[in-house]
């Protein structure tokens, strides 16, 4: 029993050492995707490894009032391999957004008629492309909503589909995400 408490205790200690209290963001997109610190790893990253990673987005999990996790989580993906020391000029991201997470990629007019609100997810969608995250709607999802490349944030570029661009950028060499 006595030895339980010390091992719980070693370990309590030692794990307090090796993460923050809490995740944060930052220190590239500050306005989502927290992250800890890993300063204990037992695996370092590959100094001057290029991440090229594709997302492909196709959920609004929680309310549309809410901001879109799926973002959230690329936001993630930048700010802890930052916060563990890989520059930002060896993140090349894309995303391919279709299904209901094309709703986080409208524009406030066009989300605000939808929902009645402005989008929750444009800040950090800016922030992400502002990043060098590049994100790509499916023209085909679009097509079938009624929806037009106007309704789209500035960030956001069409493609013929999400099936093609995840191809194509898979064929480009992106590890993909899904």
Known sequence: MIFRFIFT?????ISMTSFSAEPTTGPYVDSGGPAFEVRDRDIPLREGHKYRVVFEATEYPGETTDVNRELTIVGRFLNMHGKNGVPLEDMDIAVVIHGQTLLAALNDEAYEKINGTKNPSLQLLTDLADAGVRFYACGQSLGFRG?????LAAPV??????????VTL??????FLP
Do not use: P, R
Request: glycine content about 12%.
């Open 9 to 13: 205790a070693a370990i309590a200690g």
């Open 147 to 151: 929806w037009k490349k106007e309704d």
């Open 157 to 166: 570029k069409v493609g013929l589909s999400a099936m093609t661009m995840l």
């Open 170 to 175: 898979q064929s480009d060499g992106y590890a």
